[in-house]
């Protein structure tokens, strides 16, 4: 039977399908600010930094701070613009396929033409309970592609529970992991992350 529940296949990897709706769920909006947010916010301190050097007056600066404020403006309009025509045309859902065996977890994005119950029935097929060609073609759809975002348990920082969305935050030095899982499952694959990161801090 296909269902969107985590996984454990033979080869001793976990895996599940979960489907985000783009509207409901602005996880990805968020991230889209926290990534512009701290780009341009290192930008402009570079640029104060240069200036203060350079012996620029405090009024300047203020001016400087105003110029930067419409600039952020400008980009969070557009951002938003941009993400809800990107929702749009992938229909409103964003298809994930998330793989975790002991020694890492990988967020890997399914391209917008394939569909959730594809990867669930794919994810059945490879666990056994379909044989023969559907076996192959369900390893082939659930092949890593670039779209892939691969963690490793031991370089864990901290781990984040957001339950009500649906999303545990695995984040490492310089990446930041999003792993969204089934309600029902929800409990175990936190315990499972948590248990396999040691040096990993739960905020």
């Given at each position: ?32 600010f926290l990534a512009l947010g701290f780009g ?52 409103g859902r964003y298809c994930v396929l998330i ?90 694959v936190f315990n499972f992350i948590c248990d ?8």
């Open positions: 039977m296909v269902n969107d529940r985590v996984t454990l296949c033979p080869d001793g990897k976990y895996r599940w399908c979960y489907e985000v709706n783009l509207f409901k769920n602005t996880q990805i909006l968020r991230d889209l341009l916010g290192f930008l402009f301190l570079i640029m104060v930094f240069a200036e203060i050097c350079q012996g620029t007056s405090f009024s300047n600066i203020i001016q400087m701070f105003l110029v930067f404020l419409g600039i952020m403006t400008l980009v969070s309009v557009l951002g938003v613009i941009s993400y809800y025509i990107w929702a749009i045309a992938s229909g793989i975790m065996d002991e020694k890492s977890i990988t967020h890997q994005q399914m391209p917008k033409e394939i569909k959730k119950a594809q990867v669930l029935g794919a994810i059945t097929a490879l666990a056994g309970l379909i044989s023969g060609s559907a076996s192959a073609s369900g390893a082939g759809l659930l092949a890593a592609n670039n779209s892939a975002l691969r963690t490793t348990f031991k370089d864990v920082r901290n781990i984040k529970s957001v339950p009500k969305r649906n999303l545990i935050k695995v984040n490492e030095l310089l990446t930041k992991n999003r792993i969204f899982v089934p309600y029902e499952d929800y409990d175990f396999h990161c040691p040096q990993a801090k739960v905020v």
